[in-house]
């Protein structure tokens, strides 16, 4: 986990004429733990979302980053932002992936993306969501989905992605993944439905780089 580059690649990025700031709230509940919120400041203040992360505990607790609190739409000075597909969550998603390395995680809230929670409820594989398929491109091969936290703590709905630990990790996730598209593909070919006709097109375009 290098906190360096996370900081160094979210604080005072700019996102047109909008500047961002990433601020450190204090520590989290547990141990090596910190809370970070994202903020873009135009005049008036507007949270982007907020990050916990876990820096780690030696060799047998790997570190992790949690982001949560994203809303669909952001007000950025007179304009406004959709959030999912953005710039901005590209951005996001380049610098909390570029900060974890093998065997690390990513948990990730998705309430502020429809399409994913929406295909996530009618089976589709992680990786063929929109989410998913974002955290695919950036070297995340496992995933679960965290669609009912248990209590109050753990927050709302998330996706948790992993990086393998090594390469022989790395095909075996693969393998697992393509059959789970060729599953999906099989089960759903021709469906009507835009939501799963958009999962099946991500997922063909997955098999096709992943050499099926």
Request: glycine residues 12%; aromatic residues 10%; hydrophobic residues 45%.
């Amino acid at each position: 986990m290098d906190l360096g580059a996370l900081v160094s690649r979210l604080d005072g990025l700019r996102l047109g004429e909008h500047r961002l700031s990433l601020e450190r709230l204090g520590r989290g509940g547990i141990r090596e733990t910190i809370q970070l919120r994202l903020v873009v400041r135009d005049g008036d203040e507007e949270t982007v979302l907020y990050l916990l992360v876990f820096l780690g505990r030696g060799e047998f607790y790997r570190a992790w980053i949690e982001v949560f609190g994203a809303r669909r739409e952001l007000r950025l000075g007179k304009d406004s932002l959709v959030f999912p597909g953005s710039q901005l969550e590209a951005l996001v998603l380049d610098a909390v992936s570029g900060s974890l390395g093998p065997g690390e995680r990513l948990f990730i809230e998705y309430l502020y993306d429809e399409e994913t929670m929406r295909a996530l409820e009618l089976g589709v594989p992680a990786p063929a969501t929109r989410l998913g398929y974002e955290l695919f491109a950036r070297g995340f091969r496992w995933f679960r989905d965290w669609y009912f936290p248990e209590g109050f703590m753990e927050g709302g709905p998330k996706l948790q992605a992993e990086k393998p630990l090594d390469k022989k990790h790395e095909e075996r996730l693969l393998a697992e993944a393509r059959r789970e598209l060729v599953e999906f593909i099989e089960a759903w070919q021709g469906s009507s439905d835009p939501i799963i006709a958009r999962a099946l097109g991500r997922a063909q375009q997955l098999l096709a780089v992943l050499g099926w």
